[in-house]
């Protein structure tokens, strides 16, 4: 079979592919904070490329922790501080505001904004950004972060990217399939790698730039890791059978993954610059999808060594495996959120795979989604939310929900592809 | 399609099949019920059926009178896939014909290698499933190695859930998926 694969360095950009999104609020969002952004129109506005206000709105409702005033709601749209009349915003039940300029300076554009406490009737912090117009949409996302961080308390996720693999079939029935990255809101697609066989399984490196992922180009599964800016490859594991499930340990040293060179699969810790191995179990049961614990001290995958699949949990060094899940008959794809309280998984309840999430500290397991083929769960940088795969019957889509199981987002989803198996990154600095 | 294959040789008696050489297996064991050895008729097309106890008889279609117009003699070689059932790599007694056939075939061309292939349906994880598709890659390979087969022979391959026979998201699609596929 021919092998088509194609290395593209981070100066090829796709804009503008796609986002389709649909959102479904679950049930009315309590505790979200309303808040109106004015959109950023002035003089000069039809020479800004990109709707600054759009971005920001979109970014903060997909969040789920916000609703937004629609702008045919609102009396008067200022555009500074001195414009305001605060007792039409306060009768609109807005906690706060936000005002901005978009404009275009040379070859570059300056936005403006202002985020303003409508009860303290005082500003809350305003920054303004010089951008190139390819820039454009991460200065809103830098904005949305700034809001999210001062209204939430909490970091924003809006300026981080998401990986996934879209598979292709062309007239001639072959499929392409590639590994691509996206920012989080499913714009500026970028191709990371092409090939004619499978790619599976993208890992994002602790600190953004490389990702490591399972290829069959040679007829055997093996684990690469790519830099992101150049484009150069590792191979770092082909062994004969399986080669699968990389994960990165926090420091960024080295992977957890599954060889069954010995025989059956199971969990392995490869040190990336030496290639030294350690192996972490031994059963003939199937072990396998090994995700670190944020304090590198534990790994915790999935095994049917008990009948049914479920999660263990072991020693990073190795040692003897403890089950973690007993409710329900299948659990597995474990992944650790950042701040290592929750662990979201694929769970079967009713023949249906759904998202879960195990709240460490209760030891408590809540669906979060209604399947029936969900998949491939993935943190956000901040944990509020779960990107996952989601197939149905048309389509197979990215998703997203919030932790708390009430916004739940079809987000990336294309016409004639495939796309699956979600990955985010951590937050780039 | 091999599905309906494979449940029509269970149909066939031995009755049909008088005259000719036959070979049949019982507890893994071949008997020579008259004509020549398996391995000298290997490059031969043969007709495979197994009788209503489940033996499998094996008949060199070269002699001739095997070409009766009641019995099927499609060459079980050009079968190439086997099924499993959900979660399972255990292989099936109905596979186990078209598994001999093969197995025949590759000691007579020691020097031939194949492929398998194994696969999984779209449920469950796909870390899991690329597991599971070599489980069933492993389970054909014993197979062909007990019955005389060498190792070097025989390489695996699991495509997990990423390449399906079937594209549908349905139980007919599922059951082809499942699978290994002797790739020559």
């Known amino acids: 079979m021919n092998l088509l694969l194609i290395l593209i360095t981070s100066t090829f950009w796709y804009t503008n592919v796609l986002a389709d999104m649909t959102i479904k609020i679950q049930e009315g969002i309590r505790g979200a904070i309303p808040i109106a952004i004015v959109p950023f129109t002035n003089a000069e506005s039809e020479t800004v490329p990109e709707k600054v206000d759009a971005i920001i709105a979109a970014d903060l409702i997909r969040s789920g922790r916000f609703t937004i005033l629609p702008e045919q709601d609102m009396f008067n749209l200022p555009n500074a501080m001195e414009d305001i009349d605060f007792r039409e915003w306060r009768i609109l039940g807005q906690d706060a505001l936000i005002i901005g300029k978009a404009l275009k300076r040379g070859n570059n554009y300056k936005v403006q904004f202002e985020l303003i406490d409508i009860l303290k009737k005082e500003q809350v912090v305003a920054y303004e950004l010089t951008v190139s117009k390819a820039s454009l949409r991460s200065a809103a996302h830098t904005i949305a972060d700034i809001v999210y961080e001062k209204m939430t308390g909490t970091r924003g996720a809006f300026s981080t990217r998401i990986a996934y693999i879209t598979e292709d079939i062309n007239e001639s029935g072959t499929s392409q399939i590639s590994l691509k990255i996206s920012d989080a809101d499913g714009f500026n697609q970028q191709t990371i790698v092409e090939s004619n066989e499978p790619l599976m399984s993208p890992a994002w490196s602790p600190d953004g730039k490389k990702i490591a992922y399972v290829s069959f180009e040679n007829k055997q599964q093996t684990i690469f890791v790519q830099d992101l800016s150049t484009g150069n490859r590792k191979q770092v594991s082909a062994y004969p059978g399986i080669n699968s499930a990389p994960d990165w340990s926090p420091d960024g040293r080295k992977l957890a993954l599954v060889l069954s060179k010995d025989g059956d699969p199971e969990i392995y810790v490869l040190n990336i610059a030496d290639g030294k191995l350690t192996r972490i179990t031994e059963n003939v049961a199937i072990d396998t999808e090994p995700t670190w614990s944020p304090d590198e001290k534990t790994l915790i995958f999935t095994s049917d060594r008990g009948g049914s699949r479920q999660l263990y949990k072991v020693n990073a060094n190795g040692g003897e495996a403890k089950r973690l899940t007993f409710k329900g008959d299948y659990n597995a794809a474990p992944v650790f959120s950042k701040d290592g309280n929750f662990i979201a998984l694929v769970t079967r309840h009713d023949g249906k795979f759904k998202i879960g999430l195990l709240n460490l500290a209760r030891n408590s397991l809540q669906e979060l989604t209604t399947g029936p083929l969900d998949e491939s769960p993935s943190f956000t940088a901040n944990s509020s939310i779960i990107v996952y795969g989601a197939k149905t019957l048309e389509h197979n889509t990215l998703s997203a929900v919030s932790i708390d199981g009430r916004v739940q987002q079809n987000f990336l989803k294309f016409d004639k592809e495939k796309v699956r198996e979600p990955i985010c990154s951590p937050t780039i600095n | ?184």
């Open chain 2, 1 to 184: 399609m091999y599905i309906r294959f494979i449940a029509l040789f269970t149909l066939i008696t031995t009755t049909l099949l008088t005259g000719c050489a036959e070979y049949v297996v019982k507890d893994g064991e071949v008997e020579v019920a008259g004509g020549m050895p398996i391995g000298g008729r290997s490059k031969d097309a043969q007709a495979i059926a197994t009788d209503r106890r489940g033996n499998l008889i094996i008949q060199p279609s070269s002699t001739g009178t095997s070409q009766s117009e009641n019995l099927i003699t499609t060459d079980p070689l050009t079968v190439k896939v086997i099924l499993f059932d959900f979660d399972s790599s255990s292989i099936r007694p109905s596979s186990e014909a078209v598994l001999l056939a093969h197995s025949h075939h590759l000691t007579a061309n020691s020097q031939t290698q194949v492929t398998l292939e194994g696969h999984a349906d779209e449920r469950g994880t796909r870390e899991y499933n690329l597991a599971l598709g070599e489980q069933r890659a492993l389970a054909v390979k014993q197979f062909l190695m007990d019955h005389g087969v060498a190792e070097t022979q025989l390489q695996t391959l699991s495509y997990g859930e990423e390449r399906p026979a079937n594209a549908g998201s349905n139980e007919s699609a599922w059951e082809l998926n499942r699978r290994v596929e002797l790739a020559y």
